[in-house]
């Protein structure tokens, strides 16, 4: 195997790799959002639940978590999975991990927004839905943005934790290339990690460029 | 006719009784001074006024809506001058934006504001900034004009500048409760003077009576102690 033939074997394998990643931010960005209300209800319950999966999430490994969703309907309830459950069961756990840590950044950027917006609105007169979305959702975005990017940067490493139920993503193919017969082995692994490096500049390079729109105010 | 009428405001916060119990009445056109001590009540009056508190007991009238003009200024950041102006016009009241971004300008333009109409609140000077938080409250059209000690946050030229501002609504006869520390400016513009402590009213009168002829030790050493500082 020629490197020429390796590296377009590892691009092949690329579309699977940014599929995960965009369908897992379409998905936990809202999501994280709408786990962020559900914490701060002042219905107990609901907010006991939320903080219990946030923990949870946060407390035990992706990989693991990764493991549990495509196995556990199978193994444990027994249910017949469709053919194509090993994509739709990493979709999923990335989705509900991610929205865990997203949840966790606009409470940080929500609570930090002076009460004085809220009250310069209600005197106004504006709704509690109008305040949200028109007043303290846009400065939100902007306080959270920086720490946004740390976590989209380490979404394009994490796709590759996909390896462990045999999604055939950039990590998988890789491995499968350097133990072939005749690959050019190691240097297999060199040219995907430099494919993960460049989709992490052009997102970081994205991400500055968004942080730099909404300068515009302080 | 009363525009506003607060009979008997009590509030509480965790056991702690901030209003004990206070009667206002404000007359169309009037310009109300609350002055007092710092802590004895007054922004908490002034935010159950408008509706930020829910007071414990006790009645409030008011005819028509009320504007707060905030210490802090809580402007909102993300939006133009224009927008901080528009928007809720826009929004709250469902004029139409060509209707509000004239009433707006005219505002601004009242405020010797009109060349910074689209710039962000961040590019302002704190004097500028709370001029634009007094025309959005205008914006509204309110038939009652909060004000929570507008100058506080600001070093004496700048109050200047606020106080003059605040003087020509008077003369336009815009009804008026301002909470203030400015003797000098209460009793040149006020109408009426309130002094609190406590969480209720100590004395309440013309600004001359209140603070020249003051029977009231409390009160005379107050005055005492800010002309000093004045």
Redesign the interface.
């Known amino acids: 195997m020629t490197v020429q033939t390796m590296i377009m074997l590892v691009a092949k394998s690329f579309p699977m790799t940014l599929a995960i990643f965009v369908l897992t931010l379409l998905g936990s960005l809202p999501l994280g959002l709408l786990v962020y209300f559900g914490r701060a209800s002042r219905f107990k319950p609901l907010s006991k639940i939320v903080r219990g999966y946030i923990s949870i999430m946060r407390g035990t490994p992706l990989i693991l978590q990764l493991m549990v969703v495509f196995y556990a309907p199978s193994l444990l309830l027994h249910i017949n999975v469709p053919n194509n459950w090993r994509f739709a069961a990493v979709i999923i756990a990335f989705i509900i991990n991610y929205a865990a840590y997203f949840c966790e950044i606009y409470r940080g950027g929500i609570e930090s927004m002076?009460v004085?917006?809220y009250?310069?609105?209600?005197?106004?007169?504006?709704t509690k839905a109008?305040t949200f979305i028109?007043?303290i959702l846009?400065?939100v975005i902007?306080r959270v943005l920086p720490s946004v990017t740390n976590e989209v940067i380490t979404l394009v490493k994490d796709t590759s934790l996909a390896s462990i139920i045999g999604t055939v993503e950039m990590f998988t193919r890789a491995k499968q290339i350097a133990v072939a017969p005749h690959s050019p082995g190691m240097l297999t692994f060199v040219v995907a990690a430099v494919f993960y490096y460049i989709f992490n500049y052009v997102m970081a390079f994205i991400m500055e460029r968004i942080e730099k729109k909404l300068s515009?105010?302080? | 006719m009363s525009l506003l009428k607060a009979t008997d405001i009590r509030k509480s916060f965790s056991g702690r009784e901030v209003l004990r119990g206070l009667d206002l009445s404000v007359e169309e056109g009037e310009v109300v001074a609350v002055i007092g001590p710092s802590g004895s009540g007054k922004s908490t009056l002034l935010r159950c006024l408008?509706?930020?508190e829910t007071p414990d007991s006790g009645t409030i009238e008011i005819k028509g809506t009320?504007?707060?003009v905030?210490q802090?200024f809580?402007?909102?950041?993300?939006w133009s001058v224009l927008r901080n102006l528009v928007?809720?016009q826009v929004?709250?009241?469902k004029k139409p934006r060509e209707e509000a971004e004239k009433f707006a300008m005219s505002l601004l333009a009242r405020m010797d504001l009109t060349e910074k109409a689209d710039e962000?609140?961040?590019q302002l000077s704190g004097g500028q900034q709370q001029r634009v938080a007094i025309a959005?409250?205008m914006a509204?059209s309110p038939n009652v004009l909060f004000f929570d000690e507008p100058t506080s946050a600001l070093d004496p030229e700048l109050t200047a500048e606020i106080l003059k501002v605040i003087r020509k609504l008077a003369e336009e006869n815009m009804t008026m409760v301002i909470v203030t520390h400015e003797m000098g400016f209460a009793r040149g513009i006020a109408d009426k003077v309130y002094f609190m402590e406590g969480g209720v009213w100590l004395a309440q009168g013309t600004p001359q009576q209140i603070m020249e002829e003051s029977g009231n030790e409390r009160i005379r050493s107050f005055m005492n102690l800010i002309e000093q500082k004045e």
């Open positions: 002076p004085g917006q009250e310069a609105a209600a005197v106004l007169g504006y109008q028109r007043i846009p400065q902007k515009y105010y302080r | 408008t509706g930020l009320t504007g707060l905030f802090q809580n402007l909102f950041p993300h928007d809720p929004v709250v009241q962000y609140p961040y959005r409250a509204m």
